[in-house]
């Protein structure tokens, strides 16, 4: 069970980025799946989840009405949309998946039991 994030680079404020989770060795049609991110200094917070079946999303109030999660699971990728940029979204993103079939998007990192390595998201001018 691998989860391998893309997609992190250098953007300036007010840009877009989308990183991608990519899952292998399983299949995320049942899983529970979400993002979280840990700025340096800080701990990790959860940013946005994903119910299994894709049916209900949760974010961080942070990001609400500038990222956008969404699952493809025919390709077997999560992505994360990134709108509106700021300079405090700077982090490493971090993908994770659970499979328990929760009604409701789970939002707690100790809820998941498998975790991607991280990509890192710069955001300046």
């Known amino acids: 069970v691998q989860l391998q994030a893309y997609g992190g680079g250098l953007v300036q404020p007010g840009g877009s980025l989308k990183l991608s989770c990519v899952a292998s060795?399983?299949?995320?049609?049942?899983?529970?799946l979400g993002w979280f991110r840990q700025a340096p200094g800080k701990e990790r917070e959860f940013v946005a989840g994903?119910?299994?079946?894709?049916?209900?999303?949760s974010y961080a109030d942070s990001v609400k009405g500038r990222f956008v999660i969404s699952r493809d699971n025919d390709q077997n990728t999560m992505y994360l949309q990134m709108n509106s940029l700021k300079p405090e979204d700077a982090a490493i993103y971090y993908c994770?998946?659970?499979?328990?079939?929760?009604?409701?998007?789970?939002?707690?990192?100790?809820?998941?039991?498998?975790w991607g390595q991280g990509t890192l998201v710069t955001v300046s001018s």
């Open positions: 994770a998946g659970d499979s328990t079939k929760t009604t409701v998007p789970m939002t707690l990192a100790s809820w998941y039991d498998y």
């Open positions: 060795g399983f299949s995320i049609d049942d899983y529970a």
């Open positions: 994903i119910t299994w079946n894709g049916d209900k999303a």
